[in-house]
């Protein structure tokens, strides 16, 4: 009994020694003064938690500009949001800042741990079974099925200029149908056929939009930070948000269900190591298959989830803007095309076909896909949490165990950095000058945030986007049909996609 009472004692004296230690870290970082009875008001007459949070956190990045970071919330559920893209450049490329923030918790009940949801613990594991299919020899694998479906692309587009005049109500979904066929034949060796159904995104597919938009407005829910258990947070969220879950979840298993069946019937059935030429759902289920049956089916569905959630979202979100900001800005297409034909021609007269290597020339189309990721970035806040306190160049320290949120998107627009930051500009990528900070352009946001934990599919994410833009600008003349401006993009914990009219023009 003494012995019990004795080590409550030194626990209790070691908790409140850890508890001013990070007082002492944290008093140096300016304080917002948000109190508690703030905070729940704030959010109680909200309609959009969510988004109320987003512009709260936006209006004191404004006030403390010129520092880049402050604190946030009252004690214990202390956050520091970061502003200041040197300072997060150095806490996320930080081997001690490498679990999540709270947050996260919701995309684990969501869409289980995966390499988006992890912490420390599991990082290594996801990372060695997802890093074989985004190595180059993946890459020229998934290249010529992103061209197939570019022809069937055109195809389409041009049947509608052939029987009208090449006007669409809503650019969103012929993108995603790009997106959505790609992935299925290069991820899960399924074909979607969503091109070929009139631009109507699959079903499995298609549920990913409405998790996205639903779970963002559960982030405020207190069960997502005080409960580990996942039955019992889905039975005090929103019916909503449980019924998306579970057509989600249904969606995943039969997508797995039917690669299993097939690869039951092969001969071979043996762990595959190459995957080159195998895809990853395929190589997900060898690696699992024993005498016909398959074992671990959650972490399959966790890494699918994934490729869902992080590579069709992401990228049809970025591609959307930039056709629509091209359709809106004809000078700056029209220079994206003379780059484009000039690239082309060159490839024609050295009987060279377009690779990865070489669409790397094309700079000013970078240039268009770089400014679209800075004024829309697709995640708009990451998180993380460290493990050690982490010594800032300005004298500041970030102590372990509180949440760092790194706001993107107000990143991206700091006049500090980028020149009349609400405006389209290109350009602004194509000298990567530095800036009267002493950082470069291309250094000043985190798209794909930075370090070990930076985007895992940012290749293939550019060669697919990269395609797309040589595909469609160097055929068509697009134009956006509503007013500039008149599409205000939805604040989700996920940036959504473009939703405007479009039209098609063949060129010359």
């Not at 019990?4 to 230690?21: G, K, Q």
């Not at 990082?123 to 998934?142: A, D, G, T």
């Not at 530095?434 to 370090?451: K, M, N, Q, V």
Request: with cysteine; glycine share 4%.
């Amino acid at each position: 009994m003494v012995s019990f009472v004795y080590t409550l004692i030194r626990f209790y004296r070691f908790f409140r020694w850890f508890e001013y230690e990070i007082y002492e870290h944290l008093k140096r970082i300016p304080d917002a003064n948000f109190s508690w009875w703030k905070i729940i008001r704030e959010f109680l007459l909200s309609k959009d938690p969510y988004y109320n949070f987003f512009c709260i956190i936006n209006r004191l990045a404004d006030k403390y500009e010129s520092v880049g970071i402050f604190r946030f919330l009252p004690k214990p559920a202390t956050h520091i949001i970061v502003t200041d893209p040197v300072i997060a450049r150095k806490i996320l490329t930080s081997g001690d800042f490498l679990d999540k923030s709270m947050q996260y918790q919701l995309f684990r009940f969501l869409i289980l741990d995966n390499l988006f949801s992890c912490n420390r613990d599991t990082l290594r594991q996801h990372k060695r079974e997802m890093s074989p299919h985004f190595r180059m020899e993946s890459l020229n694998f998934y290249f010529s099925n992103v061209e197939k479906y570019l022809k069937l692309l055109n195809e389409n587009i041009d049947k509608c200029i052939d029987d009208g005049d090449g006007r669409f109500k809503d650019a969103k979904p012929i993108v995603a149908s790009f997106i959505a066929d790609t992935i299925g034949v290069n991820f899960f060796n399924i074909e979607f056929n969503s091109i070929g159904s009139c631009f109507k995104v699959a079903d499995c597919v298609d549920v990913v939009d409405e998790t996205i938009h639903v779970a963002s407005k559960s982030l405020a829910n207190l069960a997502i930070y005080f409960t580990h258990n996942r039955n019992l947070f889905l039975s005090l969220i929103s019916r909503r948000l449980t019924d998306v879950c579970h057509r989600l979840n249904s969606a995943v298993l039969q997508i797995i269900t039917n690669r299993i069946k097939e690869n039951v019937k092969t001969e071979n059935c043996q762990p595959v190591s190459n995957a080159t030429t195998t895809t990853l759902l395929d190589t997900l289920i060898r690696t699992r298959l024993n005498d016909g049956n398959v074992s671990k089916i959650e972490e399959i569905r966790a890494h699918i989830n994934l490729i869902l959630i992080a590579g069709y979202d992401t990228t049809k979100t970025t591609l959307t803007w930039c056709l629509y900001q091209l359709g809106h800005h004809q000078q700056i297409q029209e220079r994206l095309y003379n780059e484009i034909r000039q690239f082309l021609n060159e490839l024609d007269d050295n009987n060279e076909k377009i690779t990865i290597m070489n669409m790397k020339r094309l700079k000013f189309l970078e240039c268009c896909i770089l400014e679209t990721l800075r004024l829309y970035p697709p995640g708009l806040i990451i998180g993380r949490c460290g493990r050690r306190p982490l010594l800032l160049a300005n004298g500041m320290c970030i102590p372990a165990g509180v949440n760092v949120l790194f706001n993107l998107w107000k990143m991206g627009r700091n006049p500090k950095y980028f020149k009349q930051p609400d405006m389209f500009n290109p350009e602004r990528f194509l000298t990567d000058t530095e800036t009267d900070h002493h950082i470069s352009i291309r250094a000043a946001f985190l798209p794909f945030s930075a370090g070990i934990r930076s985007c895992i599919g940012k290749e293939y994410a550019m060669m697919q986007m990269r395609l797309f833009l040589i595909n469609i600008i160097g055929r068509y003349m697009i134009q956006s049909l509503d007013n500039y401006g008149d599409t205000i993009p939805e604040i989700n914990m996920i940036h959504p996609a473009a939703q405007f009219p479009i039209q098609f023009q063949r060129r010359n």
